[in-house]
């Protein structure tokens, strides 16, 4: 049984990128305020997701790009997995931690 999770834009009015809803209970939502550049980041990121494309967003810290992939990580029912890079991060850990998420279907950040 399959679900589809349809992003709105709100700006527009109009149904963009359906995506599959993953039923990974996460826990309930914790409040997270919606801005216009938040509001393009889920949009840009779901549409590359249908395209099976991957997203690299970059910006300076503590401006919420974790959060905005969390957030909607969450909504669709997947699990995200959040890795802080190191020194001792090496191949080996990255190996381990890539296959992880390609065999689970989680998304990484």
């Not at 549409?47 to 957030?71: I, M, N």
Request: proline share 4%.
């Amino acid at each position: 049984h399959k679900s589809t999770v349809e992003y709105l834009n709100q700006e527009e009015s109009t149904v963009v990128s359906p995506m599959t809803y993953g039923y990974e209970y996460i826990g309930s939502n914790r409040p997270f305020v919606i801005t216009p550049l938040t509001d393009r980041c889920r949009l840009v990121i779901s549409t590359a997701f249908r395209q099976r494309l991957g997203v690299a967003l970059s910006g300076p810290s503590g401006c919420g790009k974790t959060e905005t992939v969390r957030d909607l990580a969450q909504s669709l029912g997947s699990l995200c997995v959040v890795t802080q890079c190191s020194n001792q991060v090496d191949y080996r850990v990255l190996t381990r931690l890539l296959i992880g998420l390609c065999e689970t279907g989680a998304w990484g950040i």
